[in-house]
């Protein structure tokens, strides 16, 4: 009986090594049908995994939602650039008319 017990809990109760990589991966990747079952069993008795794994989605989409905002530029910027570049080649043409 105690071998029985063994295999259940090697192959249905993570421990928390097994557990964090696994939260993680779920973040990037689809996890099969026994691995989402042995992650959420994992986090529903685990309130330590399941703050780790609140903690790096929540780290994860400010990340995300960071780049997001970055990536476009206010129409402001994108009309000082485009003045910066006008400038740069109105000197060029200047410097280059006066050689």
């Not at 026994?34 to 309130?47: F, M, T, V």
């Not at 995994?49 to 206010?74: V, W």
Request: with cysteine; charged share 20%; aromatic share 6%.
């Amino acid at each position: 009986m105690h071998t029985s017990t063994n295999v259940f809990k090697r192959q249905f109760i993570l421990t928390c090594k097994q557990a964090a990589p696994l939260a993680s991966r779920s973040l990037d990747e689809s996890l099969t049908l026994h691995e989402q079952l042995l992650l959420k069993w994992h986090l529903l008795i685990c309130q330590s995994c399941a703050t780790y794994f609140s903690q790096i989605k929540l780290i994860r989409k400010i990340i995300r939602d960071k780049r997001a905002s970055t990536m476009g530029l206010s129409d402001e910027a994108r009309k000082r650039i485009a003045q910066v570049l006008s400038d740069a080649e109105a000197s060029i043409t200047l410097n280059n008319s006066n050689q």
